[in-house]
């Protein structure tokens, strides 16, 4: 199973609205209702931003959105804040190959 | 407030075990799935392990024939056994929780062990 496409950067400013993409098959994500995301600070555990493709845990700020679309689920974090300077990663779940992640995105708040 | 804390990494030579643990509080463990994740030196996440709470294992095949996980629930810990190592298992490994018995998404992290495979 390949990992999941995600673009390696995306930037964006303070205040603004970013999407960052999830590509992958019908094999994963165009056939799971399980895609999640995931942030992770440098030296720092991931933390769960996004279940079930449009979920927040309780805690998680309403900036964060998620969404999907066939083969592509997709995060947007919008009013950007220096704090969401992070990777992300995109995670399907997958009956074969359980949890399939992506290559990551790195975002900077300009 | 629920804690997991991996412990058990080292540097290892190639071909060695090593046997990773995490210990959870703060939490009813048997009602949970837990998994491994593990992140090569300035690489993405890459899923290893799970294991349900009925203890159906699964295996990423990377892994397959040289890793084994499993659980203890009266002490509430899961472990990795990891066998034959290579160099490309060097990483940090990350200890998961599921949201709930197999709700495929995990919700709390540990803060990681880090396993060197290295002569």
């Known amino acids: 199973q390949s990992a999941l496409t995600q673009p390696a950067s995306v930037s964006g400013s303070p205040g603004q609205s970013i999407t960052i993409s999830c590509t992958g098959t019908?094999?994963?994500?165009?056939?799971?209702?399980?895609v999640s995301w995931y942030q992770q600070h440098p030296g720092k555990a991931p933390k769960l931003m996004i279940y079930?493709?449009?979920n927040r845990p309780s805690g998680v700020s309403n900036r964060f959105s998620g969404s999907k679309s066939g083969n592509t689920a997709s995060l947007t974090i919008s009013g950007l804040q220096a704090e969401d300077e992070a990777d992300y990663y995109c995670?399907?779940?997958?009956?074969?190959?359980?949890?399939?992640f992506g290559t990551g995105t790195k975002v900077t708040v300009l | 407030e629920v804690q997991l804390v991996e412990s058990g990494g080292g540097l290892i030579q190639p071909g060695g075990s090593l046997r990773l643990s995490c210990a959870a509080s703060?939490?009813?463990?048997?009602?949970?799935?837990m998994s491994w994740v593990r992140q090569a030196p300035g690489k993405g996440l890459e899923w290893v392990s799970s294991?349900?709470?009925?203890?159906?294992?699964y295996h990423a095949d990377s892994v397959k024939g040289r890793f084994t996980i499993s659980r203890d629930n009266p002490k509430s810990t899961v472990f990795l056994q990891m066998s034959s190592l290579r160099a490309d298992d060097t990483a940090v490994y990350y200890c998961?929780?599921?949201?709930?018995?197999?709700?495929?998404?995990?919700?709390?992290w540990g803060q990681g062990t880090l396993v060197i495979v290295s002569s």
């Open positions: 998961a929780k599921d949201r709930g018995t197999w709700t495929r998404s995990l919700d709390h």
């Open positions: 294991i349900s709470v009925s203890g159906i294992i």
């Open positions: 079930d493709v449009s």
């Open positions: 995670v399907s779940y997958t009956d074969t190959s359980l949890y399939v």
């Open positions: 019908s094999s994963d994500i165009g056939g799971s209702n399980y």
């Open positions: 703060g939490l009813t463990f048997s009602n949970y799935a």
